[in-house]
């Protein structure tokens, strides 16, 4: 395989772009012009050539991690090609695969069922940065208070999913809407161990038979 110094400028990835369109390469060129160069030690061709084959064998589950393990390939190069994957799922996905939040009302067909149980439920929705739904847990159920509903098990798994963001949802079996006390107090409590973890506490939401309240719309989480 020729270094990419030695091709004719017309046949790099890039200028094929240019002057052909994206449509054209080969998947080892696209990778090309994705991460741009190589290495003093290493062409950027057959750093191209070993991530395709990664890329082949893993996908869709490669990972930041698999991409690091090939000889020139650092954390720019892996943070571009896992951006690359990203957007394309994001702006490429068929409508409907995913479920997206951009307010509370798109919450409530997830946790529905809620304002018809006797018991108060806890609830964690993990999101990625898109917005969109990774996981949705119970966390407790009975009482909420400090002791029964505590950040570790809150955070637990947005951890695990790697999620940029959460959005806890409870029921009042009271029928009430007001938030209590006590809610206001772990609403602040999340926020603040979301900011040290680095996933954002969205919203915190009460459901009731009688209708549904964001705790961010009535300015307890800013």
Same mark, same amino acid.
Do not use: W
């Given at each position: 395989?020729?270094?990419?110094?030695?091709?004719?400028?017309?046949?790099?990835?890039?200028?094929?772009?240019?002057?052909?369109?994206?449509?054209?390469?080969?998947?080892? &060129?696209? %990778?090309?012009?994705?991460?741009? @160069?190589?290495?003093?030690?290493?062409?950027?061709?057959?750093?191209?050539?070993?991530?395709?084959?990664?890329?082949? &064998?893993?996908?869709?589950?490669?990972?930041?991690?698999?991409? /690091?393990? %090939?000889?020139?390939?650092?954390?720019?190069?892996?943070?571009?090609? /896992? $951006? +690359?994957?990203?957007?394309?799922? @994001?702006?490429?996905?068929?409508?409907?695969?995913?479920?997206?939040?951009?307010?509370? &009302?798109?919450?409530?067909?997830?946790? $529905?069922?809620?304002?018809?149980?006797?018991?108060?439920?806890?609830? +964690?929705?993990?999101?990625?940065?898109?917005?969109?739904?990774?996981?949705?847990?119970?966390?407790?159920?009975?009482?909420?208070?400090?002791?029964?509903?505590?950040?570790?098990?809150?955070?637990?798994?947005?951890?695990?999913?790697?999620? $940029?963001?959460? %959005? +806890?949802?409870?029921?009042?079996?009271?029928?009430?809407?007001?938030?209590?006390?006590?809610?206001?107090?772990?609403?602040?409590?999340? @926020?603040? $161990?979301?900011?040290?973890?680095?996933?954002?506490? %969205?919203?915190?939401?009460?459901?009731?038979?009688?209708?549904?309240?964001?705790? @961010?719309?009535?300015?307890?989480?800013?």
């Amino acid at each position: 395989m020729k270094k990419m110094k030695d091709l004719p400028l017309h046949d790099r990835p890039r200028e094929k772009i240019a002057r052909r369109g994206v449509s054209v390469l080969s998947d080892h &060129e696209l %990778i090309e012009a994705i991460i741009g @160069r190589g290495t003093k030690r290493k062409d950027v061709r057959e750093i191209a050539k070993e991530i395709d084959v990664i890329l082949r &064998e893993q996908r869709p589950g490669v990972r930041f991690e698999d991409l /690091m393990s %090939i000889e020139g390939v650092g954390s720019t190069k892996a943070s571009q090609m /896992m $951006a +690359c994957f990203e957007l394309g799922r @994001r702006y490429f996905t068929t409508a409907g695969d995913a479920h997206k939040i951009t307010r509370p &009302e798109d919450i409530l067909p997830l946790v $529905a069922h809620l304002k018809d149980k006797k018991q108060e439920y806890f609830i +964690c929705i993990t999101l990625n940065g898109a917005g969109e739904v990774l996981g949705n847990r119970i966390v407790t159920v009975g009482l909420l208070n400090h002791s029964l509903v505590h950040p570790r098990e809150v955070f637990a798994d947005a951890i695990t999913d790697r999620a $940029a963001s959460i %959005i +806890c949802v409870h029921n009042h079996p009271s029928g009430s809407l007001e938030p209590s006390s006590q809610d206001i107090a772990i609403t602040a409590q999340l @926020r603040d $161990a979301g900011s040290l973890v680095g996933i954002q506490l %969205i919203d915190h939401i009460i459901i009731a038979k009688s209708g549904h309240l964001s705790m @961010r719309e009535r300015g307890f989480l800013s």
